[in-house]
């Protein structure tokens, strides 16, 4: 699992740490059943506090994307499984936005306008 | 075929030539005594002598599927080997393959031709003078082996290329962890020996007098060592790539400075590196838990560390990223 985290970024790191994990599961890296590394693992390989990593799992486990047990850490539900459709939209929408010869930046401006209406 | 041609003809006659000569001579000689042997022979000795029999017509059999078979069985994965980057093991495979069959074929022969003449129930001979005969002709034999052999066997040898680095945001930290298992299958076979070993040491314990309660050590051991390679962390960040075992233990650690490119290998088990778990090759280590994709991290010294894990090539590209963007920074 990928997880990446920019300090100078607005957003804040628990959201992007969430979105690290989010991405990996779309692109289908990570699977229902795989579990997420130890908070602790993560909090020391990217220089984060510990809570921001139990937070980003939090959030994710309140989206229903991981399960949190004692002693198994969080692992990946089934609801993984419909994120592969997600990727294959994804992958469909940018090789359209490719044809018609539109950039990155005006396709996920168009995403961002999408999610407001 | 063209694994076997590629190979060279020395390697083949290592490998397929002569153990395949040597069972048959074993066998002709078996065949041919056959008739002064007692019907029923001696095939294994205890602390107090003979203690096994069987027909004597199994002997030969016997040798010539197991002999033989470890001859064809070892071509075909001396081939293997060839035709992937394992060719520091092909001479060692080589030897090994010549000298056990030698030392097969040696006891077998002798401790049968021995029986000559005595009839079933007389005393059988010790079995010490076949087992030392074996032993030295093994050595021979592996003498022979690397006399043969080709100092360096050249096979094309196909390097990975070094992995594209991935695209960062420069004040970026990345990290990339995975779990490595070995194969599901491979998971039931240890699970299953480890039970066959407790079910035997048990009996062992209940059985025999005086009680054996040390060899309860055995499938301790077994445990522990299952627990440490089974599963491995692999990680790879801005310190560089650790793989360490479930409890912590075992540990290996490449700082990023060391480490000059990555890149995404496949990996034979026993053609690259002769089994599974912790390997060692003179400038190459691998944790080895399946067959199939694995991580090849490149260190300043030429050595490597290769680790079987899912979705290398994301591992592979990570790290080339860190180690461009740490040298960028020097």
Known sequence: MLMTVDPTASEPLFSQLAASVRQSIVRGTTRAGDRLPAAR???ESL??????????????????????????????TDLARGYSGLSDAVGTLVAEARRLGVGSSTLTALIRQEYRS | MTALSRLGIRTLIVV??????????????????????????????????ADGFAPAWTVPTMLTAVGGGIAVLFTAVVAGAATRRGERNIRLLATVTLAVVTLLTVVLTWSTGMQRGIEFGDAVPGVIGPLLGGLVAAALAAVVAALILPRTIAVERESAPAAAPAELPATAR????????ASPGSVVVAIGALL?????????????????????????????????TLRMRVRVDERGVQVRGLLGVPRITVPLDRITSAAVVDVSPLADFGGWG?????????????????LEVRRDDDSALIVTVDDAASAASVLAALVERARARR
């Open chain 2, 278 to 294: 912790f390997r060692y090759a003179p400038g190459r280590s691998g944790v080895v838990l399946r067959a199939g994709e694995a």
């Open chain 1, 41 to 43: 693992d993560v909090a």
């Open chain 2, 196 to 228: 066959l070993v407790t079910v035997a040491v048990v009996a062992a314990i209940s059985v025999a007098t005086p009680v054996v309660w040390p060899v309860a050590v055995v499938p301790a051991l077994l445990v522990i060592l299952l627990l440490f």
């Open chain 2, 174 to 181: 990345t990290a990339w962890m995975r779990t490595a298992s």
């Open chain 2, 16 to 49: 397929l030539v002569l153990p395949l000569a040597m069972v048959a001579t074993g066998v002709i000689l078996l065949l041919s005594w056959l008739p002064e042997l007692p019907e029923t022979v001696a095939v294994h000795w205890g602390p107090n002598g």
């Open chain 1, 47 to 76: 220089d984060v506090n510990i809570h921001t990593v139990l937070r980003a799992y939090q959030e994710l486990r309140d989206e229903g994307l991981v399960d949190m047990r004692r002693g198994r850490g969080a692992v990946v």
